[in-house]
Nanobody
Framework: QVQLVESGGGLVQPGGSLRLSCAAS????????MYWYRQAPGKQRESVAG???????TYADSVKGRFTISRDNAKYIVYLQMNSLKPEDTAVYYC?????????WGQGTQVTVSS
């Protein structure tokens, strides 16, 4: 089983930036599609961004132009660079690994955007 550990969350003012990291425990990372999701209080978990093993990226409309997903296959880490943060970006952010029919989630990291 691949373990995922997210980090980088915190409190930031509107308009600020954060970079989230998700470290995977195994080399299978190189074959995996990786995703960032978020869940705000009282809301369903939603997809934020994804990156395939080949490096193709996708984004939710709500974050296009502000967030960037990237990966480092040598370090088994996927990043989410978040710029121009808004209060509505406040949520717990989770990363997810998908390889074939296998998938697993990290424990999440809290992002709070508030003045």
């Amino acid at each position: 089983q691949v373990q995922l550990v997210e980090s980088g969350g915190g409190l930031v003012q509107p308009g600020g930036s954060l970079r989230l990291s998700c470290a995977a425990s195994g080399s299978i990372f190189r074959l995996a599609d990786m995703y960032w999701y978020r869940q705000a209080p009282g809301k369903q978990r939603e997809s934020v961004a994804g990156i395939t093993s080949a490096g193709t990226t996708t984004y939710a409309d709500s974050v296009k132009g502000r967030f960037t997903i990237s990966r480092d296959n040598a370090k088994y880490i996927v990043y989410l660079q978040m710029n121009s943060l808004k209060p509505e970006d406040t949520a717990v952010y989770y990363c997810k690994i998908v390889v074939g029919r296998y998938n697993n989630w990290g424990q999440g990291t809290q992002v709070t955007v508030s003045s």
